[in-house]
């Protein structure tokens, strides 16, 4: 079983539209969890963190967290073609590591 | 200057060739960290530095040598390397100490082994 599991998508949306992220962990332990946002060619860039249950709102972003089924997922309001991009998953293991899912692709068309 | 940089931002070196990557953080923060990127795959973590301290080493071999003379600074010694080792090369940093948070990134080296 990987550590940070993603879909690899593309996952695609209209413009305007709510896109949604998933993202699942194995280790229970895992205390902090985030997302990073990826252009091609670029570095990943942190967009959103999150450490307790329930949802963190960020403006357009919001980050929810269910550690009980080990779940964590990014929505983004009002996409944006420039909101194109690979969203990585990463989730601070209990072993002190810093794990990366292998990020879902998303196309948000005009 | 701030963030993390990352020199050269790529890289063309032969399999006898020994080069070296180099990483500097103006953010403050005490733990810095090489990551792989390869395509279809998940960033690897390598190495991780807390307070000028190897504190993981991943399973890498040893044609990866990492250096960290400070906090601001950490390298990656390359020698004689496999084609398979071409990828994209990331440095991060982080505040540091007992638990790991947000990593930061520079912009990567593109590692080409011919």
């Known amino acids: 079983q990987k550590e940070v599991e993603q879909n690899s998508g593309p996952l695609s949306v209209p413009e305007g539209a709510i896109a949604s992220l998933n993202c699942t962990y194995s280790?229970?332990?895992?205390?902090?969890f985030f997302w990073y946002r990826q252009y091609s060619g670029k570095s990943p860039e942190l967009i959103m963190s999150i450490y307790s249950n329930g949802d963190k709102e960020d403006g357009r972003f919001t980050a929810q967290l269910n550690k009980a089924s080990q779940y964590v997922s990014l929505l983004i309001r009002d996409s944006q073609p420039s909101d194109s991009a690979t969203y990585l998953c990463a989730v601070l293991t209990g072993f002190q590591k810093l794990v990366f899912g292998t990020g879902t692709r998303l196309l948000v068309s005009p | 200057e701030t963030g993390v940089t990352q020199t050269p931002r790529h890289l063309v070196m032969g399999m006898t060739n020994k080069k070296s990557l180099k990483c500097e953080q103006h953010?403050?923060?005490?733990?810095m960290y090489w990551y792989k990127q390869s395509a279809k795959k998940p960033l690897e973590l390598m190495f991780v530095?807390?307070?000028?301290?190897?504190?993981e080493n991943n399973s890498v071999p040893s044609r990866f040598s990492p250096e960290c003379p400070n906090s601001s600074h950490l390298f990656l010694h390359l020698h004689t390397l496999q084609p398979e080792d071409s990828a994209l090369y990331l440095c991060a940093s982080s505040p540091g100490g007992r638990v790991v948070s947000e990593a930061f990134f520079g912009q990567g080296t593109r590692l080409t082994v011919v």
């Open positions: 953010l403050g923060h005490n733990a």
């Open positions: 280790d229970r332990g895992s205390q902090s």
């Open positions: 530095y807390n307070f000028k301290e190897q504190t």
